[in-house]
């Protein structure tokens, strides 16, 4: 699966796999995606790994509150549905005498 291309700078290269190939392999998104790439590269394309690291907490902060805000949202419209299906349910029993 790795992809020979001599393009392809050595930082972003890990064993016998690139970390582009590793991160669609895995097929994570756009977030989970970057922060890998920053990890693997920490320490090999500066002399100062900490600027990596942050950019890839960076990422991964910005990936954690995506989904605390995209589980209130499915938390909610669970609620909703469950309030919708009762309201249905009383008002259809109405109707059913």
């Known amino acids: 699966m790795a992809d020979s ?3 392809s700078p050595s930082y972003y290269k890990r064993g016998n796999i690139e970390v582009w190939d ?5 097929q994570l998104n756009y977030h ?3 922060a890998i790439k920053y990890i693997c590269r920490a320490g090999f394309k500066t002399e100062d790994p900490l600027a990596d690291i942050n950019k890839a907490i960076h990422y991964l902060e910005n990936e954690r ?3 605390r805000n995209s589980s209130i949202r499915v938390q909610d419209l669970v609620q909703a549905a469950a309030w ?6 009383e008002s259809a029993a109405e109707f059913d005498r």
């Open 84 to 89: 919708a299906d009762d309201f249905l349910f």
């Open 32 to 34: 989970l995606g970057n």
């Open 5 to 7: 291309n001599p393009k």
């Open 22 to 26: 590793f991160i669609r392999d895995q």
């Open 65 to 67: 509150e995506f989904l």
